[in-house]
C-alpha cells in the first residue's frame, strides 16, 4: 500500500512558477513509477507528467511541454512537478498518482494509487 499526499499548489500569477511536491510512504517508492495528472473545473482528468522509476525516462502533454518539469528524489520518497510559466488554463486540481511498476506510463488505468490533489489556481 502507497500513500500520497501532495503539497505545493496555491493562488499565483500568469507566467509565475510554482513547485507541486508529492510525498509518498512506503519504502519501496523507488520502485515505483510516478505520474501528474490535473483536473480542471467541468473537465476530465488528464495526464501531465510522467516519470519512471530512475528519473531517466519522463514524458509530458503536449499542452505543458517545455514548460513543467517532472523529477523525484527516491532518498526523500519524493517526485516533483516545476510548473514554470503558468497560464490559467493550468488552473487545476493536482494529483500525483504511482504505479505499481517502475515503468513509465501516460494513462490513468495504469496507475495504482492517488493522491488527494493539491489546487493551483492561476490568474490572468
Known amino acids: 500500500q502507497v500513500q500520497l499526499v501532495e503539497s505545493g499548489g496555491g493562488l499565483v500569477q500568469a507566467g509565475d512558477s510554482l513547485r507541486l511536491s508529492c510525498a509518498a510512504s512506503?519504502?519501496?517508492?523507488?520502485?515505483?513509477?510516478m505520474g501528474w495528472f490535473r483536473q480542471a473545473p467541468g473537465k476530465e482528468r488528464e495526464f501531465v507528467g510522467a516519470?519512471?522509476?530512475?528519473?531517466?525516462?519522463?514524458s509530458y502533454a503536449d499542452s505543458v511541454q517545455g514548460r513543467f518539469t517532472i523529477s523525484r528524489d527516491n532518498a526523500k520518497n519524493t517526485v516533483y512537478l516545476r510548473m514554470n510559466r503558468l497560464k490559467p488554463e493550468d488552473t487545476a486540481v493536482y494529483y500525483c498518482?504511482?504505479?505499481?511498476?517502475?515503468?513509465?506510463?501516460?494513462?490513468?488505468?495504469?496507475?495504482?494509487?492517488w493522491g488527494q490533489g493539491t489546487q493551483v489556481t492561476v490568474s490572468s
Open positions: 516519470i519512471n522509476w530512475s528519473g531517466i525516462w519522463t
Open positions: 512506503g519504502r519501496t517508492f523507488s520502485q515505483y513509477a
Open positions: 498518482a504511482a504505479r505499481n511498476t517502475g515503468m513509465g506510463a501516460t494513462r490513468q488505468f495504469e496507475y495504482l494509487y
